[in-house]
């Protein structure tokens, strides 16, 4: 997914997000398949189990086992058809997720050659929170940060200042 780039800054804001919510050492249970931010979440001694690939709105087996202690799902819930499934049937008491913020200049992604690297849903802020509370859970931080791009263009001047990711911590009410 990242050949030629690697989203230096998306996986340091996040780090620095998730670390000021739960600390490590933490059991996390990380949302999509092993990918390189769990491996930086493993060195910064995080404990952390992936999912297995399986279609999350239909088998949301993964996150009901009990004693969980964290669930992450970084740019994962744009990609549900149905994300309030899965976040109602969550037996964990935290939750640390990040989201796509919809653009009002840019159409939603979608890979042209991999069916499950296409976003349903890019949200607005106020969206995932009513998601997040709808589904039982109450947010208790949130932040939001750009995307920069290095390019020349309309588009790449408005990503240098319009805010790219969302970033929720919430607890189960």
Known sequence: MYEHTFPNKRYKQTLDFLKKH????????????????SLIMQKEQYT???????????????VQEPGLEVVTAFEIFEHLVAPFNI?????AEKLVATVPLKLWFADAYRSDTDMRDRHFHEF??????WLLEKAGWKIKSTEKWTNPVNKIGIRPLLRKFTPRYYAVYAERQ
Do not use: S, Y
């Open 22 to 37: 739960v600390p490590p050492p933490a059991t996390v249970l990380d949302l999509g398949v092993e990918n390189p931010f």
């Open 48 to 62: 952390v189990t992936n999912t297995r690939g399986e279609d999350l709105d239909l088998d949301t087996t993964a």
């Open 87 to 91: 976040l109602r049937e969550m037996k």
């Open 124 to 129: 607005e802020d106020w969206q995932f929170d």
